[in-house]
């Protein structure tokens, strides 16, 4: 579950920045990198839907997670014993 939650995590930042760079403004990275601008529509409307799926995704994530401790919880079985503290 670790590996999907960096992917989607990572594909929003990047999505983010795609979509300001495409609809027009600029972004600077880190305070450091700015990055030029490209008004084009088309690709800003793919990325932003790209962007709203990742938002699902990520908090179909946080749904599994929380729901599986609740699981763990309620069966009183060593899952959340094992976890370190």
């Not at 008004?39 to 179909?60: H, K, P, W």
């Amino acid at each position: 579950m670790a590996p999907a939650a960096y992917l989607t995590g990572s594909g929003r930042v990047y999505g983010g920045i795609a979509i300001r760079r495409l609809g027009g403004s600029g972004t600077n990275m880190w305070w450091a990198i700015d990055l030029p601008s490209r008004g084009r529509d088309d690709l800003n409307g793919l990325f932003f839907d790209a962007y709203l799926v990742t938002a699902g995704m990520l908090l179909a994530l946080l749904a599994v997670h929380i729901g599986g401790a609740l699981y763990h919880a309620s069966r009183r079985d060593s899952g959340i014993r094992r976890m370190p503290r």
